[in-house]
């Protein structure tokens, strides 16, 4: 499965951005998926993801992000809202057709600065 991001860019806080992850395979046949960030000089964490359990988020986005997916153009989304300095990090969509995540995209730089 081949995951291509987009949507990234610079971004004042307060603002908004809506990142895309779309797959060359239908989504809803994969385990999970989700969408993780690295900061500079910190570890890659998870963000957001959807299994068939639902949806799960990191406390520090709860209530600011919302992943989708839309199912016939096999497209995942993350809406960030009321984005923070902190938000700022390169976003990875990630996808699983097994217990470890398998696929993963190339990243979409964030920055989130006045």
């Known amino acids: 499965v081949q995951l291509v991001e987009s949507g990234g860019g610079l971004v004042q806080p307060g603002g908004s951005l809506r990142l895309s992850c779309a797959a060359s395979?239908?989504?809803?046949?994969?385990?999970?998926m989700g969408w993780y960030r690295q900061a500079p000089g910190k570890q890659r964490e998870l963000v957001a993801t959807?299994?068939?359990?639902?949806?799960d988020y990191a406390e520090s986005v709860k209530g600011r992000f919302t992943l989708s997916r839309d199912r016939p153009t096999n497209t995942m989304y993350l809406q960030m809202n009321n984005l923070k300095p902190e938000d700022t990090a390169v976003y990875y969509c990630?996808?699983?057709?097994?217990?470890?995540?398998?696929?993963w995209g190339q990243g979409t730089q964030v920055t989130v600065s006045s």
């Open positions: 395979a239908s989504i809803f046949s994969l385990n999970a």
């Open positions: 959807v299994s068939r359990g639902g949806l």
């Open positions: 990630a996808a699983r057709s097994s217990p470890v995540w398998n696929y």
